[in-house]
């Protein structure tokens, strides 16, 4: 069994981020892509960040009615900062035998060096860096071994939906509609929530 585990602060989840993984889940023959909201992630302290509960909403409905892909919960149950290596413990306890393939985008993977453990992260995961756009390796040099995977270009971010939803314009199809349902639902991203 070979299992591709996506984090991040998905808030909120978009195209980007499930194209990325059925990239994953192809190019590297997974079984399934695991999605992983962090709690409160270590390398995003400034930011309001939407409840976790909402954000885990998104994804469950953003990944419903795909069987190659999960969402886990594990992060926001423990208190304090997610950090990844605690997460992969945790994965590697729950699914003895199991490859694991730690997907990360390559902008995260040069803040690699102030992760904590990178040795530990990546003997428990093969690190694959999320490549878009032609990048090859991430700059600069990170200290553990990875793997690069060329990833269909989807020029989407989380900032740029909530910029959009901040200044009233349409983020039809850069999310799926669910996703926009409960965007607006909750009445995220707006100037009026604080943000
Ligand atoms: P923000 O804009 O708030 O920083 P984001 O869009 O980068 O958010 P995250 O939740 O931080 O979303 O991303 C989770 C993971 O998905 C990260 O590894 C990130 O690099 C990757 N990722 C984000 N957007 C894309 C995209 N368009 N294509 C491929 N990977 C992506």
Known sequence: MR???????????????????????????LDRVVFVPAGRPPHKPGR???????RLAMLRVATAGDARFEVSDLELRRSGPSYSVDTLRELR???????????VGADQL??????RAPEEIARLATVVMLARGGVRRAEPAVA???TVLPVT???VSATEIRRRVAAGESIRYLVPLEVVTL?????????????
Request: avoid cysteine; aromatic fraction near 12%; charged fraction near 15%.
């Open 3 to 29: 299992l591709g585990i996506l984090g991040g602060t998905f808030d909120p989840p978009h195209i980007g981020h499930l194209i990325a993984a059925q990239d994953a889940w192809s190019a590297l023959e």
């Open 48 to 54: 309001a960040i939407s409840p976790a509960a909402v």
């Open 93 to 103: 306890e729950r699914y003895p035998g199991v490859a694991l393939f730690f997907l």
């Open 110 to 115: 040069r803040e690699m060096h102030s992760w």
């Open 144 to 146: 553990v071994p990875y």
């Open 153 to 155: 270009r989807v020029d």
């Open 183 to 195: 965007i607006e639902q909750n009445g995220l991203y707006r100037p009026a929530a604080g943000r």
